[in-house]
C-alpha cells in the first residue's frame, strides 16, 4: 500500500500562489499515476489534475487549466500542484491520490489510494 499526506495549503489572497505537496511513503510513487481532486462543502469531489506514473503526460480540469501544474518528483516520492492566479472558487479541501490502473485516470473512482487533505482558501 501506499500512504499518502498532503501539505501546503493555507489562506491566500485572490490572484495569488500556493504550492501542495503530498509526500509518499510505504511504496515508491513511480508505481502510481497521481492525481489531485478538491471538494467543497456541499458539492461532489472534483477532479483537479492527474499525471501518469512516468511524469510524461498530464491532464487538468477545464476551471484550472494555464494556472494549475501537477508535477512529481519520484526521487523524493512527492508530487505537487503548485496553483497560481488563485480565484475564490479554488476554495476547497485538496486531496492527493494514486491509481494503479492506466494512466490520465479523470474519476474519483479510478483512485485506490487517498489523503486526508489540505484545506486551501482564497480571499478577497
Known amino acids: 500500500q501506499v500512504q499518502l499526506v498532503e501539505s501546503g495549503g493555507g489562506l491566500v489572497q485572490a490572484g495569488g500562489s500556493l504550492r501542495l505537496s503530498c509526500a509518499a511513503s510505504?511504496?515508491?510513487?513511480?508505481?502510481?499515476?497521481m492525481g489531485w481532486f478538491r471538494q467543497a462543502p456541499g458539492k461532489e469531489r472534483e477532479f483537479v489534475a492527474t499525471?501518469?506514473?512516468?511524469?510524461?503526460?498530464?491532464a487538468y480540469a477545464d476551471s484550472v487549466k494555464g494556472r494549475f501544474t501537477i508535477s512529481r518528483d519520484n526521487a523524493k516520492n512527492t508530487v505537487y500542484l503548485q496553483m497560481n492566479s488563485l480565484k475564490l472558487e479554488d476554495t476547497a479541501l485538496y486531496y492527493c491520490?494514486?491509481?494503479?490502473?492506466?494512466?490520465?485516470?479523470?474519476?474519483?473512482?479510478?483512485?485506490?489510494?487517498w489523503g486526508q487533505g489540505t484545506q486551501v482558501t482564497v480571499s478577497a
Open positions: 510505504g511504496r515508491t510513487i513511480s508505481n502510481y499515476g
Open positions: 499525471i501518469a506514473w512516468s511524469g510524461g503526460s498530464t
Open positions: 491520490a494514486a491509481h494503479t490502473g492506466p494512466y490520465m485516470q479523470r474519476q474519483a473512482i479510478s483512485y485506490g489510494y
